[in-house]
């Protein structure tokens, strides 16, 4: 077992080191050197959206700064474990179909999504949001936008603050989404991360009406290892996933029916070790007439 001493003499050694001196340091010392230091924000300082200023775009949206260049997202942040995240307040929030109903910021680099979002779920609030990836560890080719976002109610007044991404020196431990390693065919408008949907007049008698799938078997899961379905949906009616294949003991599909509200919400589904399909696939479909707007997908290992 490492003693108090043997784990504070690395310490030391780091910080003689970053602050360039040779004194003998306490743990005191330590603890007012730390406080010293300053985490290094790849976006910069001082970024923020107003929605009394920055609503008067048509868009509702501002560019973020700091990471602009496919040359720094690929030296800063390829391979890396980051913390994107950001301060809101906001008032006068209404939920309304017409309106994404979240605040937040986004990029798309080769259409993959990073960002951070808050979905409100009082008239008025304030909260700290942070989320966490695992940077695909191979160089991109664009930047298609990089943007702060207020899809709130037009009447709602909005200001975002201390936009941050951090790298994790440590690594950190942010679970593999699989669906990031397929080819996800979609039924339904794109707009950024999120996915509207709308079965229409359809009718169970019509056959399958997928909004989302994979190809037969492209999930490459693992034996012996469960998972966890989960995403955040809000619309009308009821959607069904299926997580389906063959198991050493048979075919599954691990069905699971969802009844949509008109507010965001959060949903998953444990998939236990038995019932893992290896390969599997994946299907979101309708099994009432539905409509609504998906988000946040991920299959990940628990």
């Keep these: 077992m490492t003693t108090i001493n043997e784990a504070l003499t690395p310490l030391g ?25 300053q985490i290094h924000n790849l976006l910069g300082d001082g970024q923020f959206y107003d929605s009394k200023v920055d609503d008067k775009n048509n868009n509702r949206s501002k560019n ?5 260049t496919v040359q720094k997202w690929n030296e800063q942040l390829k391979g890396k474990t980051v913390t994107m995240s950001f301060d809101v307040e906001w008032s006068g929030f209404v939920s309304k179909n017409t309106v994404a ?4 910021f986004e990029f798309n680099v080769d259409q993959d999504y990073y960002g951070a979002w808050c979905y409100p779920k009082e008239e008025s609030g304030k909260t700290h949001i942070c ?32 936009l941050k991404i951090v790298v994790n020196p440590l690594g950190g431990v942010v679970p593999a989404n699989l669906l990031d390693t397929v080819n996800l065919q979609y039924n339904g ?10 079965s ?6 019509q056959g399958d009406l997928n909004f989302i799938a994979t190809n037969i078997g492209e999930i490459k899961t693992k034996a012996n290892q469960a998972y966890k379905l989960r995403f955040k949906v809000r619309g009308k009616g009821t959607v069904i996933t299926y997580v389906f294949g063959n198991t050493r003991a048979g075919y599954v599909d691990n069905a699971h029916y969802w009844y949509l509200t008109s507010d965001w919400k959060d949903y998953e589904q444990t998939i236990p070790i038995e019932s893992v399909p290896t390969p599997a696939s994946f299907n979101f479909r309708a099994a009432t007439q539905c409509s609504g707007e998906i988000t946040e997908l991920q299959f990940i290992p628990i």
Excluded: C, H, P
Excluded at 64 to 68: F, Y
Excluded at 134 to 140: A, E, Q
């Design 13 to 37: 050694d780091g910080f003689r080191n970053l602050y360039g001196i040779s004194d003998k340091l306490s743990a005191k010392d330590m603890t007012k050197l730390l406080s010293g230091l």
């Design 64 to 68: 973020v700064e700091g990471i602009n």
């Design 101 to 104: 109903n979240r605040v937040g």
């Design 131 to 162: 989320n966490d990836f695992l940077i695909k560890d191979v160089n991109i080719d664009k930047i298609w936008y990089r943007s702060m976002y207020n899809q709130l109610n037009y009447e709602a007044t909005v200001k975002m603050t201390n």
């Design 189 to 198: 408008v794109q707009n950024g991360s999120l996915l509207t949907f709308d």
């Design 200 to 205: 229409g007049t359809w009718t169970a008698g």
